[in-house]
């Protein structure tokens, strides 16, 4: 089958979407397809590059009216798998086309190893693809979903190329009606049902699962924008709050990084501590104090050496990582030195946008 190399090196490279869910079952292949079948009635060339519809009646029907590329066969240990046609989908040349299961690793003799390289070649030829998987598959929640579901996920998708996705739709339903579906037969046979509700599915599980799908894509929604704002930077988004805890005096690091680490857990934010010097010759006994506490309260540690004023200093490191709550401890300026250098709290809040600065009062011990 020849491909026309020097067309598919020359065209734009095509958009990735995915549609991710929690759990198998969710509705992931059925969205692609009728957003397919939608594609089709707005005149888009969009073919079935693999669908698995496992079964599943309501998937099944959506299948009709699109067109199908044919799978590839091939051979091995004496057995014949069908896998994804990766050059005749080239050859056919379509607007987009849609490639269900993307974790999926291919048998061996495939052109790819993996299913998520076969899209790349795709997306790089200039196709749009649309694509399903779910949260398991990630890899850098491998070790979370080991521990929520005691499953070790062996075919996983690098997060690197998820966040190549162009959109990310996530289809989610509550993990009641997904055992509803299970038990009605409507996600495995039914010789596999009450084994997957007394482990996989169970509503434990399912809600974890759900709770950290809607984390991951929240994240990677968040880190989209930043990355696409760049040099235009007006503020945080605020999608994915980023707590900044600014250390400076040993007697109060602790109280600080300890009140900082309860709203970042209320709130389910990244935690950093920032200790600013403004000598070149760094207390390094303080240093590995801090840090100690960074470990303790699994926090980001932030050193900025600078002759700059404090305030500036943190104004540019809370830029820098898109904070958006700022922790500090009470001013012990007095006020002709507030009017001299200025109050660093009103320097952040000039000087930024979208955060929310706190500042901790003194605890005063009674004697």
């Not at 980023?242 to 690091?253: F, W």
Request: hydrophobic share 40%; aromatic share 6%.
């Amino acid at each position: 089958m020849k491909i026309n190399e020097e067309a598919v090196s020359n065209s734009k490279r095509g958009r990735l979407t995915l549609y991710i869910g929690a759990a198998p079952g969710v509705g992931k292949t059925y969205k692609m397809l009728i957003d397919a079948k939608q594609m089709l009635e707005e005149n888009v060339d969009v073919v079935i590059g693999l669908i698995e519809t496992h079964g599943r009646m309501e998937t099944e029907a959506q299948l009709s009216g699109l067109e199908q590329v044919a799978l590839q066969t091939v051979h091995y240990k004496g057995r014949s798998y069908q896998e994804l046609h990766v050059d005749a989908i080239l050859l056919r040349q379509p607007k987009v086309v849609l490639i269900d299961e993307l974790a999926h690793t291919n048998i061996p003799g495939s052109k790819h190893a993996k299913r998520y390289q076969d899209v790349t070649e795709l997306l790089d030829a200039g196709i749009d693809v649309l694509a399903a998987v779910n949260i398991q598959h990630l890899e850098s929640v491998y070790d979370i979903v080991q521990n929520i579901t005691n499953v070790r996920v062996n075919e996983r998708v690098p997060d690197l190329f998820i966040q190549t996705a162009d959109e990310i739709q996530l289809i989610d339903t509550t993990p009641e009606t997904l055992q509803k579906r299970l038990r009605e037969g409507k996600i495995y046979p039914a010789e596999r049902i009450e084994k997957s509700l007394l482990h996989y599915f169970k509503l434990t599980n399912l809600s974890a699962l759900r709770e950290l799908a809607l984390r991951e894509i929240a994240d990677e929604v968040d880190e989209k924008l930043e990355r696409q704002s760049g040099a235009d930077f007006k503020g945080p988004i605020g999608v994915h709050e980023k707590i900044l805890i600014c250390v400076q005096h040993l007697n109060t690091a602790e109280r600080l990084v300890r009140r900082g680490y309860r709203m970042a857990n209320r709130l389910r934010a990244e935690l950093y501590v920032l200790h600013i010097s403004c000598s070149k010759e760094t207390d390094e006994e303080k240093i590995t104090y801090i840090r100690g506490l960074c470990a303790k309260f699994n926090a980001h540690f932030l050193l900025k050496i600078t002759n700059k004023r404090v305030a500036h200093a943190i104004v540019a490191e809370a830029k820098k990582y898109y904070i958006t709550q700022v922790l500090l401890g009470q001013s012990a300026r007095t006020r002709w030195e507030e009017i001299w250098k200025g109050s660093i709290v009103n320097t952040i809040m000039r000087q930024t946008r979208n955060i929310d600065v706190h500042v901790v009062a003194d605890q005063q011990l009674n004697r």
